[in-house]
């Protein structure tokens, strides 16, 4: 796992261990130079010291040794009058000012002048300037080398303040309780600590809502399954307590319902738990032709029961990117609900269309409708329209889910649903993608 006051510590002692050697390395190039320039006059005044005078003769040398300045004298006829480190390999013959040479022995900074009628040459390995240059920047550097390990132990301590707020916003959390989701404080921290908590104060409060929406929805569920499985209950009781034949089939028949009525609201839950938000289908292309066809001749006996004609009116060539499995689901609730909600002898049309490149389904019965009013309200969970005297229901299965799960994964597949009032008084859902 990777730590960030290492990975910090790491690269700041880097950085800081690269400035010091590219620092050490501007200091000797400038010593260098200045060792140069410093070593270059102190050549010029040798030679300017030494006697314009012709010397008698050629003097022996008067050092074996190969260090510090070598001088060597000729007089105008080319005649080597003088020199002091006879086993330096230099040129023979001068060349006026100063020139770097190169010999076995390493390079040389050669200076030349004319001293009255003599030629004077001196020498001077170029490795003794380097190592002055040297020693300047090491004695420049060394401190900064010593307190290395100071300035790491120091960037460890600053970088270790700097992530406190982090270890505090997660010792805040390790200590919560499971239910605490009510937002952290943001004060007394740094600017770039805040949108992390605010992100996680973001996420806490979408995860209690989403809480507070589970509880609802099992609390209603669980009231909702009450009253079907109390009566499945007391139809069973009525099925034991049957003295004859005629009564035990009445009895088995309302069982039969009962359960039926129980088993649709246990699918209907279901269904709307896999509508939630978190839930993921396959996303495929989907051939809304195709769907709907087979939706409608799946309800086609259902209607018949029913005594409503259900048929396609009009289809035209469309498709979307969605979960066909969530779309199924969805046509299927507005179908069953039209064709539950028409009386007998009405009718249900299903029709698709394309209008402005974008694929429109309209679902149009000749039932009682739902007042204007209460159109938003039907896609609230578990509510159902009142019976009035414009509006007799023709089916006791309803649950008040249908449209909250038709509501729920419209929004999931990208559409949008809209319930009007259809051309024979009924109603007219419709799906826009």
Known sequence: MQSIRRALLIWLLALVIVGVGFAGWLIYRQALVEANALF??????????????????????????????????????????????????????????????????????????????????????????????????????????????????????IVGRGLAPLQRVTRALDTRHPDALDPLSDKRLPQEVRPVVRALNALLSRLSTALDTQKTFVADAAHELRTPLA??????????????????????????????RATRLAEQLLALARSEPDSKGVTTNVDLHALLDDCVRAYVLVAQERGVDLGIESSEAASVIGDADALRVMFNNLIDNATKYTAKGGCVDVSLKVKDAHPVVEISDTGPGIPQEERERVFDRFYRVGEGAERARTDMAGSGLGLAIVRRIAEQQGARVELHESAAGGLRAVVRF
Do not use: K
């Open 40 to 157: 270059d006059y102190q050549l010029q005044q040798i030679a300017a010291a030494l006697p314009s005078e012709p010397f008698s003769g050629v003097l022996t040398s008067r050092s074996e040794s190969d260090e510090g300045v070598v001088i060597q004298i000729w007089n105008r006829n080319g005649v080597l009058m003088y020199y002091s480190h006879r086993r330096v390999p230099l040129a023979p013959h001068a060349e006026l000012g100063f020139s770097t040479e190169t010999t076995p022995r390493g390079e040389w900074r050669v200076y030349s002048a004319i001293v009255g009628d003599n030629v004077v040459q001196l020498a001077q390995p170029l490795s003794i300037r380097n190592c002055v240059a040297a020693g300047v920047a090491w004695r420049t550097l060394w401190p900064l080398v010593l307190l290395l390990p100071l300035l790491g132990f120091a960037i460890w301590v």
């Open 231 to 260: 009566a499945v209950q007391i139809q069973a009781q009525l099925v034991a307590r049957a003295q004859d034949d005629a009564t035990r089939r009445e009895a088995l028949g309302d069982l039969h319902e009962g359960i039926a």
